[in-house]
């Protein structure tokens, strides 16, 4: 990855991070938090699908996330 792409990416995610502690009315624990919340849910979302897909298989994979 180029160092312009890099930077890119950095400054998209500083504008996010910036929208996300705007929407918890500037409290930075509030928006950790909230983050937390949504990828707690998104690791169980990634779970079940993991275990779905590895069901419908003949033989079990260990699959990575």
């Given amino acids: 990855m180029s160092r312009?792409?890099?930077?890119?990416f950095i400054?998209?995610?500083e504008q996010?991070?910036?929208e996300i502690v705007t929407a918890?009315?500037?409290d930075v624990r509030a928006a950790l938090k909230a983050l937390l919340l949504?990828?707690?849910r998104l690791e169980n979302a990634l779970q079940?699908?993991?275990t779905k897909l590895a069901d419908r298989r003949p033989y079990r994979l260990q699959l990575l996330h």
């Fill in 4 to 8: 312009d792409d890099t930077n890119r």
């Fill in 11 to 13: 400054d998209e995610y």
């Fill in 16 to 18: 996010d991070v910036d």
């Fill in 24 to 26: 918890c009315d500037g």
């Fill in 38 to 40: 949504v990828n707690e």
């Fill in 48 to 50: 079940l699908l993991s």
